[in-house]
């Protein structure tokens, strides 16, 4: 158990639709990471925030926005579904915003189905 | 733009055979350099990862990776693989550069299957 969470575990829905995934991070984490894997992309950055603000965006449709909270915790909202969003997305923590030291723990992710 | 290739989408050992996995790095300035390992239906969990000094990296579960800096190599070996190995494997990299942000580039992963 890395002491990420991530709710929910499985989101099924249809396209068009707008969806919210949750993530706690690690007890005193200020970083939070969310990436997508799909079948034909793998492994992607999407974004990262730090304390509340936007780090770095990576490849994040526009369709796709997140924000970290005062409480640290992360949402990153998916609206317009299409088929090709269905994926396993995974929100990562740090202590910090980079570093040697600055490992990411990773929670168990939230798998999308667009129907 | 930095990059991170493992050769080999699949590889298959004995059960008590050497396990060498194999990861090449593009990037002008090395990076840090992570292997994470990925269990069906789980998420990521860190094997091992390179920053500074010692090129030799031991991990979690028996695994170890050697930087090689003239071949831009991160391979992950383990001398005796065991059943509860079999798992996909990622290599990744970060900019050492900047620190705003310690995004992670992974390859494309590794499916290890162990036969007994």
């Known amino acids: 158990d890395s002491g990420v969470t991530q709710t929910p575990k499985h989101l099924i829905t249809a396209t068009g639709q707008r969806v919210t995934l949750r993530c706690s991070p690690r007890?005193?984490?200020?970083?939070v990471y969310w990436y997508q894997q799909s079948l034909d992309q793998g492994l992607q950055f999407l974004i990262h925030?730090?304390?509340?603000?936007?780090?770095a965006k990576g490849n994040i449709l526009e369709r796709f926005s997140a924000q970290q909270f005062p409480d640290l915790h992360s949402e990153l909202n998916l609206s317009s579904l299409e088929l090709g969003d269905s994926a396993l997305y995974f929100c990562a923590s740090s202590v910090a915003s980079g570093g040697a030291a600055d490992t990411q723990y990773f929670g168990p992710g939230t798998r999308l189905t667009v129907l | 733009a930095q990059s991170v290739t493992q050769l080999g989408s699949h590889v298959s050992v004995s059960e008590g055979a050497l396990v060498l996995l194999r990861c090449n790095y593009s990037s002008s300035v090395p990076p840090y350099l992570f292997w994470y390992v990925q269990y069906p239906n789980q998420g990521l969990q860190l094997l091992l990862k390179?920053?500074?000094?010692?090129?030799l990296v031991k991990g979690i579960n028996g695994f170890e990776a050697e930087f090689k800096k003239s071949e831009t190599s991160f391979h992950l070996t383990k001398p005796s693989a065991h059943m509860s190995d079999a798992a996909e494997y990622f290599c990744?990299?970060?900019?050492?550069?900047?620190?705003?942000?310690?995004?992670?580039?992974f390859g494309t992963g590794t499916l290890l299957a162990v036969q007994p």
């Open positions: 007890s005193g984490d200020l970083s």
């Open positions: 990744a990299v970060s900019p050492t550069y900047g620190g705003a942000t310690n995004k992670l580039i």
């Open positions: 390179y920053t500074t000094g010692a090129t």
């Open positions: 925030y730090y304390n509340g603000e936007e780090r």
